[in-house]
């Protein structure tokens, strides 16, 4: 069984930057997809960016030139650097998983979510 555990989240202002960090245990993420979702309250979930298991990553539009998605094979921890914040921004972040080569919108493995707040 793989859990993910997120990290990193707060409380911001517009144009700052942040990280989140998930960390896994009970399997690689060398073997695994992954990607992190976000959530806003009254929106439904969206995924923000991912790594497919050949090291290909994606981004929502929205995202794209503020967001990395990394991994540290030796921590076995996916980072998300966010710079340039928005308010837009504002959600609960998931770290997920899968087998799968290239993560889904229905992954495996989710984390508990971590939220990220950020005023203007």
């Known amino acids: 069984q793989v859990q993910l555990v997120e990290s990193g989240g707060g409380l911001v202002q517009a144009g700052d930057s942040l990280r989140l960090s998930c960390a896994a245990s009970?399997?690689?993420?060398?073997?695994?997809?992954v990607g992190w979702f976000r959530q806003a309250p009254g929106k439904q979930r969206e995924l923000v960016a991912r790594?497919?298991?050949?090291?290909?990553?994606n981004y929502a539009d929205s995202v794209k030139g503020r967001f990395t998605i990394s991994i540290d094979i030796a921590k076995n921890t996916v980072y998300l650097q966010m710079n340039s914040l928005k308010p837009e921004d504002t959600a609960v972040y998931y770290c997920?998983?899968?087998?799968?080569?290239?993560?889904?919108?229905?992954?495996?493995?989710w984390g508990q979510g971590t939220q990220v707040t950020v005023s203007s």
């Open positions: 009970g399997r690689t993420f060398s073997s695994l997809s």
């Open positions: 997920a998983a899968s087998p799968r080569i290239i993560l889904t919108t229905s992954p495996d493995y």
């Open positions: 790594i497919t298991r050949g090291g290909h990553t």
